[in-house]
């Protein structure tokens, strides 16, 4: 520690550097899950596997998307014609729009039925889209300029929209989870230290930490196919700053003790980190084994998870070097404007607490049980697969499908497709499955 201490500007300038570099540097995650898609299952679930066999059959380049048209009070005549004329546009611009089939009621009269609801307010029409690496974003505003002069209501949906929105709105949870978590934080460090500089030393530290992470996190998704869901970014977030700055309150707290005993900075930094730092780096190892299992999960979104792993050993490092940093530079000063560097007084509560959890441990236990007892017995966990219901009505991807659903019927938009596959020919009746 002795040689961290004298070595301190060094190790600012080390994480300073690779701070900046990997955030310059750093891929765009988001770009990478637009492109790629988020897998939720193994490469041997059966939904993978009927895609994969889709996929050799279908000689049309694509994913299935939607155009959603959509008059409350019945599409009129007039208002068909534009419509009918701007389908026609963006079909001639389907090389610059990377259209590789379309089906419209206009050039299909015979599908008119199933692509206009029967009340006349709502007309759709499918076609596969090829992205060709572009952005979603950057297609939707070439969509949008050919169905400028539509009078009628008009929503972009289909996979790739639904995926494109469902991530926005992932990042934008995110970011409302960070917000959160650094207002909570500060509060929470401003009560506890009585000092408005401890709370922002520690969300700074904590933050060097993040970003050195997601760095490398994002150089591994992008060059090695490291595991990616639009989950990983807020795991990241709120396992860092959560533990992070947990462990300082804890190194913080045992300083301000060595302190209070009359000895020096260098001195009270050493003894704090030959007790609470033992203490922090065997609650890191155990963070460390458990998310490090997950790369045993079957499913990609679990194994996602293991982004924690190198956040909470970059989290160490940090530990390590730039909170010695802080103490040495800051000293006393680091509980500004607090002037009292006194250690811990007594509290009755957590005295009275502790003495009686000691000493009656069976009749704790039982008490604990009878709490949560019930709440594993009757809890009701029910799995939710509707990416389009989380999105709500805020999306125009999820508006054009309920309205889909609503006056199609559920299904229509995006229907279920079955797959056989068999080694022997299916096109004819002595085929397994033929005769039923």
């Given at each position: 520690?002795?040689?961290?201490?004298?070595?301190?500007?060094?190790?600012?300038?080390?994480?300073?550097?690779?701070?900046?570099?990997?955030?310059?540097?750093?891929?765009?995650?988001?770009?990478?899950?637009?492109?790629?898609?988020?897998?939720?299952?193994?490469?041997?679930?059966?939904?993978?596997?009927?895609?994969?066999?889709?996929?050799?059959?279908?000689?049309?380049?694509?994913?299935?998307?939607?155009?959603?048209?959509?008059?409350?009070?019945?599409?009129?005549?007039?208002?068909?014609?534009?419509?009918?004329?701007?389908?026609?546009?963006?079909?001639?611009?389907?090389?610059?729009?990377?259209?590789?089939?379309?089906?419209?009621?206009?050039?299909?009269?015979?599908?008119?039925?199933?692509?206009?609801?029967?009340?006349?307010?709502?007309?759709?029409?499918?076609?596969?889209?090829?992205?060709?690496?572009?952005?979603?974003?950057?297609?939707?505003?070439?969509?949008?300029?050919?169905?400028?002069?539509?009078?009628?209501?008009?929503?972009?949906?289909?996979?790739?929209?639904?995926?494109?929105?469902?991530?926005?709105?992932?990042?934008?949870?995110?970011?409302?989870?960070?917000?959160?978590?650094?207002?909570?934080?500060?509060?929470?460090?401003?009560?506890?230290?009585?000092?408005?500089?401890?709370?922002?030393?520690?969300?700074?530290?904590?933050?060097?930490?993040?970003?050195?992470?997601?760095g490398i996190a994002a150089q591994l998704i992008d060059k090695a196919g490291f595991p990616v869901t639009s989950l990983t970014q807020m795991l990241l977030v709120l396992i860092l700053f959560g533990i992070g700055t947990d462990y300082n309150i804890l190194l913080f707290n045992r300083f301000k003790e060595e302190l209070s005993h009359g000895r020096s900075v260098d001195d009270s930094i050493v003894n704090t980190y030959k007790t609470a730092g033992k203490t922090i780096a065997y609650s890191i190892l155990t963070v460390f084994i458990a998310f490090l299992a997950l790369v045993f999960s079957e499913s990609p979104i679990y194994q996602s998870g293991v982004v924690v792993v190198i956040g909470v050993t970059i989290l160490l490092l940090e530990i390590l070097t730039l909170t010695p940093f802080i103490m040495k530079v800051l000293g006393k000063r680091l509980f500004w404007p607090s002037k009292s560097v006194?250690?811990?007084?007594?509290?009755?509560?957590?005295?009275?607490?502790?003495?009686?959890?000691?000493?009656?441990?069976?009749?704790?236990?039982?008490?604990?049980?009878?709490?949560?007892?019930?709440?594993?017995?009757?809890?009701?966990?029910?799995?939710?697969?509707?990416?389009?219901?989380?999105?709500?009505?805020?999306?125009?991807?999820?508006?054009?499908?309920?309205?889909?659903?609503?006056?199609?019927?559920?299904?229509?938009?995006?229907?279920?497709?079955?797959?056989?596959?068999?080694?022997?020919?299916?096109?004819?009746?002595?085929?397994?499955?033929?005769?039923?």
């Open positions: 520690m002795k040689t961290i201490i004298k070595g301190r500007w060094a190790i600012l300038a080390i994480w300073l550097i690779a701070t900046i570099v990997l955030t310059v540097f750093q891929p765009d995650v988001n770009a990478i899950l637009r492109d790629k898609g988020q897998e939720g299952t193994s490469e041997n679930s059966p939904s993978v596997l009927a895609n994969d066999i889709l996929k050799k059959m279908d000689t049309t380049k694509g994913t299935d998307n939607l155009i959603v048209f959509y008059d409350k009070d019945k599409i009129s005549n007039n208002e068909m014609k534009q419509i009918g004329k701007a389908i026609k546009s963006i079909k001639n611009s389907s090389d610059e729009l990377g259209i590789t089939n379309m089906i419209d009621p206009f050039s299909m009269p015979d599908a008119k039925s199933s692509l206009v609801s029967e009340d006349g307010t709502t007309l759709m029409v499918s076609y596969k889209l090829d992205k060709k690496g572009r952005e979603i974003d950057d297609i939707q505003k070439l969509f949008e300029e050919k169905l400028d002069k539509v009078p009628v209501e008009h929503f972009l949906s289909g996979e790739d929209f639904i995926n494109n929105d469902y991530l926005k709105a992932t990042q934008a949870g995110v970011e409302k989870s960070a917000a959160l978590t650094v207002i909570f934080i500060l509060v929470v460090l401003i009560i506890a230290f009585k000092s408005v500089v401890t709370p922002f030393v520690s969300l700074i530290a904590v933050a060097f930490s993040y970003l050195v992470s997601m006194g250690g811990h007084k007594e509290n009755k509560f957590w005295k009275t607490t502790s003495s009686i959890g000691t000493k009656h441990p069976i009749i704790i236990t039982l008490i604990i049980l009878l709490i949560i007892g019930p709440m594993v017995l009757f809890h009701e966990e029910k799995l939710n697969f509707d990416t389009v219901g989380e999105l709500g009505n805020d999306y125009p991807s999820s508006k054009a499908i309920h309205l889909v659903s609503d006056h199609f019927g559920k299904g229509q938009s995006m229907p279920a497709t079955i797959v056989i596959e068999n080694k022997k020919p299916l096109d004819n009746n002595e085929a397994p499955g033929c005769d039923r």
